[in-house]
């Protein structure tokens, strides 16, 4: 059963041209991994990503992730990335899908709340209802994902917990892979 839809992915993008990865299904050895990548297209904007069945499990979050409980941030669910979509950063080029600059501004490992299973990760997607544990530079502790239905929104929301915190972190654009430092659009 293919569950993935890196086909949607595929349709969008003249790789050769946009600099971004082709990719294949592909699991990492170990922790399953996260990634958000800070994005300046049209609209700024945070893509979450989250490792399962060989892909990115992708979301676009407008307001970006929040540490702070009370906030909800509305993540609408995209297409699934190639698993190497992860260390992308860079400029698209104009002409392109998503024209604009890309930094990975956080990254590392999660696991779901309680099982820890990716098998218990795909579950959650399904119903609608997530709860993870990231372990990143930026993004630490446990969070919810809970899907709005029937969309494609859901929305990520900080668990309370020792890692909460009322800080903004979205004001942060800085690439916590090469330290590159996000420019943003003028528009
Ligand atoms: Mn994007």
Redesign the pocket.
Known sequence: MATHELAAYRNKRRYAASGEPRGVQRRSKGSLKFVV?K?S?AHL???FRLEADGVLKSW?IPKGPSLDPSQQRLAIR?EDHPYDYRNFEGTIPEGHY?AGD?IVWDRGSYRQVPDGSEEAVLKGLRKGALSIELNGKRLRGLFSLVRLKPSRQWLLTKTRDAYASTRDITRISTSVRSGKRLRIRQR
């Open positions: 990548q994005h297209s904007h945070y893509d676009a995209v998503g890309v």
